[in-house]
């Protein structure tokens, strides 16, 4: 099946500095991949769509200067979090889609905020 | 309402019992519905994608009723490994449309 490769798995960080998530398809161009944050004991919540070239499409509520979206290339999209606070720590996943509705996940970066 | 919802859970059942899931969505648009199976702390993983006709897979069915906006999920015969928390997840028709997650049902399996 197709893979996605997510790094790092796991951050600690000082608050207020800032931290950079790769998201990468291995095997397949992705034009588009997803960025989702869950919280412990909650559901993944879509945070917003990477599209390659353009601006990343961010969901209601999510703040596009905290969390920078980077689609350089058919292959990586990056997450940065930036001036990160303890609220910010959470589990960021990222997912792609290569030629049918089906996402496939990356492993998951884990995030604390000290 | 939300976009998709599911049974709060959690499922408590002993090993080889049958166990079934339910989960209705809001948009009449949405042309894509899965399963996926998330254990703690992992990322989800697809179980099994979900078609009008019914699917089966091993022990697992999935079934869509798209005039009620309803998915089920069954798990015949329950194993230990099955204990995971299961999303329930719709979306649009290609690779570029968002999926929008359930909130899980959490199972557990008891020996």
């Known amino acids: 099946g197709a893979v996605v490769s997510q790094h790092p798995s796991w951050v600690i960080c000082k608050s207020g500095t800032s931290v950079k998530i790769e998201c990468r398809s291995l095997d397949f161009q992705a034009t588009t991949m997803f960025w989702y944050r869950q919280f412990p004991k909650q559901s993944l919540m879509l945070m917003a769509t990477s599209n390659e070239g353009s601006k990343a499409t961010y969901e209601q509520g999510v703040e596009k200067d905290k969390f920078l979206i980077n689609h350089a290339s058919l292959t990586l999209s990056t997450l940065t979090v930036t001036s990160a606070h303890p609220e910010d720590s959470s589990f960021y996943i990222c997912?792609?889609?290569?030629?049918?509705?089906?996402?496939?996940f990356g492993a998951g970066t884990r995030l604390s905020v000290l | 309402r939300k976009e998709v919802e599911q049974d709060p859970g959690p499922f408590n059942v002993p090993e080889g019992a049958t166990v079934a899931f339910n989960c209705t969505y809001s948009?009449?648009?949405?042309?894509?519905f899965f399963w996926y199976r998330q254990d703690c702390r992992k990322e989800p993983k697809l179980l099994m994608s979900?078609?009008?006709s019914g699917n089966e897979d091993g022990r697992f069915t999935a079934q869509l009723n798209r005039a009620s906006q309803y998915i089920s999920l069954l798990i015949r015969d329950s194993k230990l490994s099955d204990s995971a928390t299961y999303l329930c997840?719709?979306?649009?028709?290609?690779?570029?449309?968002?999926?929008?997650f359930g909130s899980g049902t959490r199972l557990s399996i008891r020996p």
């Open positions: 997840v719709v979306g649009g028709g290609s690779s570029a449309s968002k999926i929008i």
């Open positions: 997912s792609a889609g290569r030629d049918s509705a089906i996402q496939y």
């Open positions: 948009n009449s648009a949405s042309q894509s």
């Open positions: 979900v078609y009008s």
